[in-house]
T-cell receptor
Framework: EAGVVQSPRYKIIEKKQPVAFWCNPI?????LYWYRQNLGQGPELLIR????????DSQLPKDRFSAERLKGVDSTLKIQPAELGDSAVYLC????????????FGPGTRLTVT | AQTVTQSQPEMSVQEAETVTLSCTYD???????LFWYKQPPSRQMILVIR??????QNATENRFSVNFQKAAKSFSLKISDSQLGDAAMYFC??????????FGKGTRLHILP
């Protein structure tokens, strides 16, 4: 069974440029999470999807961040425009069901904003 | 609001010895879940162990076990017979019934050969 796939693995952009990250969760997993992980810190939840519905986006900086999960499968997280402080690893995770079950994490996208 | 505190930024243990990583949490929920996740260098985060708050029995997974003290809101991870492959960042996390999850800042574990 394939794991959670993310691309790109690394991205370097200049500030004020847009950037997008893509995530393909494990097949059949209805719940999808996007996290931001700063260096030396734990992951911070940005948004959680149940199928195609964003059920928790309270921590998503909506002035510059947006996300979508079309057809309840793949998901894209976008930043426009990027700021220096957005440099971090962006993690995607999926889970087969709600109720405190295991999350399966992707390898992450390391974003560097210069 | 939920909080998770890991007070040990780094720890070291001799190979084959036992080490305990500390975690305290705070939540207003009566029902929640606790996790320990492992993040090896440059590798994906994986689940180590999971505990349901309503279960008094401490969870165990092979060499990994927890000491869950609900009244004290403490959830420590014990690794027995430490191996070189156990070297990683370890994150404690608390999830409420609405699947809202908070991670701690992590503890970097070094295994000394």
């Amino acid at each position: 069974e394939a794991g959670v796939v993310q691309s790109p693995r690394y991205k370097i952009i200049e500030k004020k440029q847009p950037v997008a990250f893509w995530c393909n969760p494990i097949s059949g997993h209805n719940t999808l999470y996007w996290y931001r992980q700063n260096l030396g810190q734990g992951p911070e939840l940005l948004i959680r999807y149940e199928n195609e519905e964003a059920v928790d986006d309270s921590q998503l900086p909506k002035d510059r961040f947006s996300a979508e999960r079309l057809k309840g499968v793949d998901s894209t997280l976008k930043i426009q425009p990027a700021e220096l402080g957005d440099s971090a690893v962006y993690l995607c995770a999926s889970s087969s069901r709600r109720g405190g079950y295991e999350q399966y994490f992707g390898p992450g996208t390391r974003l560097t904003v210069t | 609001a939920q909080t998770v505190t890991q007070s040990q930024p780094e720890m070291s243990v001799q190979e084959a010895e036992t080490v305990t990583l500390s975690c305290t949490y705070d939540t207003s929920e009566s029902d929640y879940y606790l996790f320990w996740y492992k993040q090896p260098p440059s590798r994906q985060m994986i689940l180590v162990i999971r505990q349901e708050a309503y279960k008094q029995q401490n969870a165990t997974e092979n060499r990994f076990s927890v000491n869950f003290q609900k009244a004290a809101k403490s959830f420590s991870l014990k690794i027995s017979d430490s191996q070189l492959g156990d070297a990683a960042m370890y994150f404690c996390a608390c999830m409420n019934r609405d699947d809202k999850i908070i991670f701690g800042k992590g503890t970097r574990l070094h295994i000394l050969p």
